[in-house]
């Protein structure tokens, strides 16, 4: 495996405008000739299949649910960067490209993260011109307000729902294709393999949820654009069917997945209750706005907090520890993510977490002292309700309490500058690639980078590729690589509904699990050992026992039903098997890297105040991971961060 | 806490469904009301007595629109504000009994037991439920300026998950309030105005074709909606609708 960035020469600020002058073209009559298939509906898939649709290329658009507005990006909530500086507060292309960077602890590429910040006014200009519902001050401009890792207000918000209005505003444009015949929607459908016909993506393999047929699509080209992986930890702020299978199927059939150990831990989200639990529930960053974190100052009244004899409100101010003010004076309660998500983690370890241990304070006792409770209540009154909804607490009287929780995923499909995989013609966007965000994402990133890649990137680098296969003619679904692909799946469904056949021929059945029963044991693991802390040992262990659950799930998991019907145990049993080797490959990649950066912290490679310590001589890389067969430890490129224009420096928020 | 639930089992859309009694015990008070069918469905499955109860859902955060479940006979159980996925155990007394229905309407047919095929409301939007833009080629954002009180009331109409807890609690299974919002959302913006005649005109004929009943008035909709979107953007939509057809050009 070769590795090409594709990085175009020239300086930084002309890369992607001297791209955009030099690259191929498809013209207007030919696009209709072309296929393209894109999977996913959130913003990046939404985004894009609207985009190319409307230049006039024939896209098939999949998705799992019912209906495309139901992809996760819907439940994003504080907002969406964008450099306009309309606030004139000294925000620039070049002030987001270096907060993005550093806020990625210097593991992005330059490149990419330069062409994010200069797309992303375009962005705001799009969601406006779709009648995107921004908030807006009393002379009717676009507001703005602050976020994590930044100095300046550049993000753009929709109450605390902007992630449901652009992912309404891009559903919008795509409806819009939809109705002109020039996207086709396929809704309740799973991809399930991707064809490679002579080294080029050339279609996917399907399967209807609602009936189980399996299907065959051809195109020119594929689109991923299917979110993350964090629900390989189980609990998760990620929708329940949010999955990481059809990267994986690409990764299976050659393409690179790179940094999978980078992994966001979110700080702010209700914490775990109960074993039944299925979810976790995040509360927006927009809260450490206004909101003071903190734990008892001394261990016994934290201990009779947790026993119930003891309320927050009694203990006085004096003994409390303000823990992100006191080490981090400069930026506080607003430290980027992964910061406050350790300091949290260090508190409650230390035995002066409140709940059950694993909870800390969110106070706003003093906005509401010097702000009011109507102003309070104007800015998050709909998450105070969320929460009390949740908890049965009464957030204006008594701190919330919160925990962190798994996010988002950094790592994803390794993709060049035209945001290809290693695979020809296989494209990836958004979460699912891992481009943009280094080892640690920036609040209000997310929705910039899916919307940026949709919009304004891959309409112009398909087309470089594309212009090519206008030669190529109309792609068949009948030859023997599809045949082979559906072949492989159709195994795989039989072999997972075989445990429970033979099990019953046995008079074995009341030894089985559900599928769930293996996938919370997996999250366990996985956030006990490879969670917000790792080390050698603790991914040893980690690596040890997800190969032991993996057996002892090929021997014991029971999946109802056939593969005939609509059935989503089976849905997540396929689902939890390609879990497993991810998994395996999120140990790996953090055993290999042995320093501390962004979301990734390794026990042995911290300050004496416990901050992350990089290691920027030996680890200045991407890991690109190269599969090779189940069970097998995968080899890994690298792909150097050659820094032209920024100047390298600790990553400091104090 | 212990509950007699009675829930609507139905093979595939052509089967003929029929109400399942099922005991549980032990539940949380603090259980979400799907958790609490998750502990059921991994009952049934370790007990191998029948197929787990399939019902739609995915953020169970109250924000995808994707959960929707006739509680009690009420939309989303008994609570105001809320999606099934955020109703929690508490709001019932120990020893209840709980019946349990899909979405009942002509336009939804069930697809499984609690789930349903709510693709009419993509055709909804498909026949017009936007606004016409290309990638590319739009002013810069700040030289639409909207007034603060008319943004807010777009986005307020914006905030529905196209759930169809309208749909469901209408006697009629109209459509009108789903529409209404998408409708008043677009009419609100300058941005809208444009293709705003046709676009009422073409959603609402979508919305008839599809066989969703007419508007009577009752106003369960609103009543029942998760979101809290009000009447007032049927009246829109009925203003719009009247404009439209009066004042619309013809080719």
């Not at chain 1, 195109?219 to 629900?231: I, Q, S």
């Not at chain 1, 949290?344 to 702000?371: H, S």
């Amino acid at each position: 495996m070769k590795l090409d960035s594709k990085i175009p020469a020239g300086p930084l600020a002309e890369k992607w405008t001297n791209y955009k002058a030099s690259q191929k073209l498809v013209n207007p009559a030919n696009k209709r000739k072309l296929d393209i298939i894109v999977v996913g509906t959130g913003l990046a898939g939404a985004s894009a299949a609207a985009s190319l649709g409307a230049m006039g290329f024939n896209v098939d658009i999949f998705c799992i649910q019912d209906s495309p507005r139901r992809a996760h990006s819907i439940a994003a909530q504080g907002g969406i960067n964008a450099a306009k500086n309309y606030q004139n507060d000294g925000d620039s292309v070049e002030r987001l490209f270096r907060d993005t960077i550093k806020g990625g602890d210097y593991r992005a590429r330059e490149a990419n993260v330069y062409r994010l910040a200069e797309v992303s006014g375009a962005i705001i200009d799009q969601c406006v011109a779709q009648g995107v519902p921004f908030a807006r001050d009393y002379g009717g401009l676009l507001d703005n307000r602050s976020f994590g890792g930044a100095q300046v207000s550049r993000t753009f918000y929709a109450k605390g729902q902007t992630g449901q209005q652009l992912l309404l505003g891009a559903y919008g444009a795509l409806s819009r294709e939809i109705a002109r015949g020039t996207v086709k929607l396929h809704t309740r459908c799973e991809m399930m393999d991707l064809v490679v016909v002579e080294g080029r993506a050339r279609g996917i393999i399907v399967r209807n949820l609602v009936t189980g047929d399996l299907e065959r699509y051809a195109a020119h080209a594929v689109v991923l654009a299917t979110g993350g992986y964090g629900n390989l930890y189980y609990l998760s702020t990620n929708a329940m069917n949010s999955n990481g299978s059809a990267a994986w199927v690409c990764h299976r059939k050659g393409a690179a997945f790179a940094n999978p150990c980078y992994v966001q831990i979110h700080p702010t989200c209700i914490p775990v209750h109960g074993d039944y639990q299925s979810k976790l529930t995040l509360m927006s960053e927009s809260l450490r706005n206004d909101g003071r974190i903190w734990v008892p100052k001394k261990k016994e009244d934290a201990e009779a907090i947790r026993a119930g004899k003891l309320k927050p409100t009694e203990i006085p101010e004096e003994n409390r520890d303000y823990y992100l003010e006191r080490r981090y004076p400069a930026f506080g309660n607003l430290v980027p993510r992964d910061v406050a998500s350790r300091a949290a983690k260090e508190r409650c370890d230390a035995g002066y977490g409140v709940g059950t241990g694993y909870a800390v304070y969110l106070d706003f006792a003093d906005a509401i002292q010097c702000l009011g409770k109507d102003v309070v209540e104007q800015k998050y009154g709909n998450l105070f309700q969320m929460y009390q909804k949740i908890t049965d607490e009464n957030p204006y009287e008594t701190p919330m309490m919160i925990y962190p929780a798994i996010h988002y995923t950094m790592g994803g499909l390794w993709v060049d500058y035209e945001l290809q995989t290693t695979i020809p013609g296989l494209f990836a966007a958004g979460e699912a690639n891992f481009s943009d965000h280094g080892a640690n994402r920036l609040g209000a990133s997310a929705l910039m980078q899916g919307l940026a890649d949709g919009y304004f990137v891959l309409p112009y680098t398909m087309q470089n590729y594309l212009a090519d296969q206008i030669y190529v003619g109309k792609i068949s679904a009948t030859t023997p690589e599809f045949d082979a692909a559906e072949e492989v799946v159709r195994v795989r469904l039989n072999r997972l509904l075989q445990i429970g056949a033979q099990a019953t021929l046995n008079s074995k059945l009341s030894t089985l699990n559900s599928v769930d029963h293996f996938h919370k044991a997996l999250g366990k693991i996985m956030w006990e050992y490879c969670g917000m802390a790792r080390n050698t040992e603790s991914l040893t262990k980690a690596k040890k026992l997800v190969s032991e659950l993996e057996e002892e799930f090929w021997k014991k998991v029971f999946i109802p039903g056939t593969s005939n019907e609509f059935n989503p145990e089976l849905e997540k049993a396929y689902r939890l098997e390609d879990y497993f080797e991810l998994a395996q490959l999120v140990i790996d990649d953090a055993m290999h890297r042995e320093e501390s950066c962004g979301g990734h912290f390794r026990t042995e490679h911290q300050t004496q105040d416990g901050e992350t310590l990089r290691d920027d001589e030996r680890f200045m890389y991407v890991a690109a991971w190269e599969y090779q067969g189940h069970g097998h430890t995968e080899t890994m490129e690298k792909e150097p961060l050659v820094y032209e224009h920024i100047q390298i420096a600790n990553r400091n928020y104090k | 806490m212990k509950f007699t639930l009675h829930i609507w089992r139905q093979e595939n859309a052509r089967a003929k469904g029929h109400f399942e009694t099922y005991p549980l015990e032990g539940i949380s008070p603090d259980c979400s009301f799907l958790e609490m069918l998750d502990i059921l469905n991994e009952q049934l499955i370790n007990d191998h007595i029948a197929h787990p109860v399939c019902f739609d859902n995915d953020c169970r955060e109250g924000i995808c629109g994707m959960c929707g479940l006739y509680i009690n006979g009420r939309p989303h159980g008994n609570d105001d504000g809320i999606t099934t996925c955020q109703l929690h155990m508490r709001k019932f007394h120990d020893g209840d009994d709980i019946w349990i229905e899909p979405w009942r309407a002509k336009p939804f047919p069930v697809i499984r037991d609690l789930v349903v095929d709510r693709s009419a409301f993509d055709k909804i939007i498909q026949a017009g439920g936007y606004i016409s833009t290309t990638t590319g080629g739009v002013p810069d954002a700040n030289t639409i300026p909207v007034p603060k009180h008319k943004a807010d009331m777009a986005m307020d109409a914006a905030s529905c998950i196209g759930c169809g807890a309208c749909v469901a609690a209408c006697k009629n299974a109209s459509a009108m309030l789903f529409v209404g919002a998408k409708v008043s959302h677009l009419a609100l913006l300058p941005q809208g105005q444009i293709e705003a005649a046709d676009r009422v005109h073409k959603m609402v004929c979508k919305m008839d074709e599809l066989g969703f009943g007419s508007c009577t008035n009752t106003y369960a909709c609103e009543a029942e909606c998760p979101k809290l979107i009000k009447r007032q953007n049927i009246s829109r939509l009925n203003r719009q609708w009247i404009g439209a057809l009066f004042g619309r050009d013809r080719k």
